[in-house]
């Protein structure tokens, strides 16, 4: 049964642990930056404040904290990052629960390619992926009858967009506040070849906190000549909080009949496969963990789950996609989205070097991204949904991240 969260202050104990959280962080950011926490601009309940996150490449980047009075979400112009989302859990006690970097160098050195071998590599953590996410094979693609080659950077595939794609790119950002909701669009322009692909893309992406716990993601893009483009957001959740261990406890329903099988290169084989009888069922909620360690080949080629699940639908619009919830803090997140699949991914390569938000490493299974897409290499199957966007036409995608108690 989903409920509201718990109001803020409603229990005496609650409204002490938010204000000393938030007085916290208001030390923190002093201390960080010489710039202090700019005056909010503040409407109802919702409210956006900014701060210097530093600069790279001689380019400030701000970190924005979006803040509806019982959650607050932190976003940065720099690949338009999610940062942080604090949420409270059923006694009204805060957690980050998505996994970061405590600061902008922490980004800019897990994005550099190539990545030191035996970590990591890079993880995308909290991105804005562009122009493709997910993976093309062989970094190929034939469009129109003519064939483009992109930068691999995994194996011999291109993923997420080539190295130094749009999750390492300052955005302009242009945050807003309306009665219910507070807005940060972020814009990028994408020339045309970069990283391969072709026609000048300009692409925004619109966070929306509103007042009841839902982060809306709004994706627009127009191209100047025919190209390909798959969106999404690559925020890895942790509903205990960030650092606190493996999510394997945690359990997720996934809303679909369908996912599509891949080969050992991560690339679907083009088949679209029933979840019925495999690991991958994920139709009724179940722990994360129950199933990762079956020898199910699926699973040792991905090393736990990251394959892409067809969403069941019935025609075009928002759907539930997934429902996450974390029994043990009540903490519970659903998500709806436009897009055909959802890559659900257990963490299956963070090695544990990477120190994250709250200082401790990351190791596989500490987090689980839910990333709403049109299917991996699309470009390549043509049994797949389309991802090739023309002159003329805007690309229009929404995803929710609702949070809630269980
Ligand atoms: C992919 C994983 C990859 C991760 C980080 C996910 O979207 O499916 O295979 O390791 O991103 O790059």
Redesign the pocket.
Known sequence: MKRAFPRVGTSRAATAICSLAMVAAAVTALAASASALSRPSVHHTVSISTRSFGTVAGQPVDLYTLSNGHMRVNITNYGGIVQAIYVPDRFGRMANVALGFRNLAGYVKNDVYPQPSGGS????FGATIGRYA?RIANGSFTLNGHTYTLPQNNGTNT??GGPNAWNTKVWTATPSVKPGSASLKLTYTSPDGENGFPGTVVASVTYTLDTSNRLHIQYHAVTSAPTVINLTN?TYFNLAGEGSGSVRAQKLMINASHYTPINAN?IPTGVVAPVAGTPLDFRTMKPIGRDINSGFNQLVLAHGF?HNWVINRSGPGLVLAARALDPASGRELTTLTTEPGV?F?SGN?LAGELVGTSGRTYRQTDGF?L?TQHYPNSPNQPNFPSTVLNPGQSFNSTTIYAFSIG
């Open positions: 590599g890079t993880t995308y997910n993923l997420h690559h991560l990251d890559q991914y390569f991204t990333e």
